[in-house]
């Protein structure tokens, strides 16, 4: 069955490095999303993707973050510049059409230290 | 702005005996999706059951049935014969549908720790 891949699965970087998380999505996807999950609390949106551009970010998506699908397959954020506070589970997800159901990876451990 | 409203923050069920998740929404969109994910201690986030807003009838998926409530803007997740690997936290999630102005994207609810007894 089909799955998206994310890498690493868990992070460690220290405060003020900057960091990529990879994603690879279904292949047959067309939308793509990052969400981020601090411990405890709940999942939040970050960024959506189609058609080779953002379509929609929230406003924790400042410009500390950008994403990129540099190779057709593959789906990166970057943060530059990390916080502690930026420590939370990451999580690609990407979804056929809107509106569809998004699967997600297995989310990117992201620790700053 | 859509928001998603779980307000049981734990639950607990004995082994087979039947459990309700609730989940309330607010939105002023029409047309939109529904979803319960489970995050089992894994943290991995899979999608349990998923309902669309212009069908009457109740999703179900084996174990897993919905009631929807379009009016009451509810949309309750029930789980019978409970098992073990049923524990698992439980984000209820909304999207508006296609052709309006959010290309997909999943406003969560704060989650509910659902904990299955032997």
């Known amino acids: 069955e089909p799955e998206v891949t994310q890498t690493p699965s868990h992070q460690v970087t220290q405060m003020g490095q900057e960091v990529i998380l990879r994603c690879v999505p279904i292949s047959n996807h067309l939308y793509f999303y990052w969400y981020r999950q601090i411990l405890g609390q709940k999942v939040e949106f970050l960024v959506s993707f189609y058609n080779n551009e953002i379509s929609e970010k929230s406003e924790i998506f400042d410009d500390q973050f950008s994403v990129e699908r540099p190779d057709g397959s593959n789906f990166t954020l970057k943060i530059r510049s990390t916080k502690l506070e930026d420590s939370a589970m990451y999580f690609c997800a990407s979804s056929i059409g809107r509106g569809t159901e998004a699967f997600f990876g297995q989310g990117t451990r992201l620790t700053v230290v | ?118």
């Open chain 2, 1 to 118: 702005a859509q928001t998603v409203t779980q307000s049981q923050p734990e639950m607990s069920v004995q082994e087979a005996e039947t459990v309700t998740l609730s989940c309330t929404y607010d939105t002023s969109e029409s047309n939109y999706y529904l979803f319960w994910y489970k995050q089992p201690p894994s943290r991995q986030m899979i999608l349990v059951i998923r309902q669309e807003a212009y069908k009457q009838q109740n999703a179900t998926e084996n174990r897993f049935s919905v009631n929807f409530q379009k009016a009451a803007k509810s949309f309750s997740l029930k789980i019978s014969d409970s098992q073990l690997g049923d524990t698992a936290m439980y984000f209820c999630a909304f999207t508006p549908n296609a052709g309006g102005t959010s290309y997909g994207k999943l406003t969560f609810g704060q989650g509910t720790i659902l904990t299955v007894h032997p």
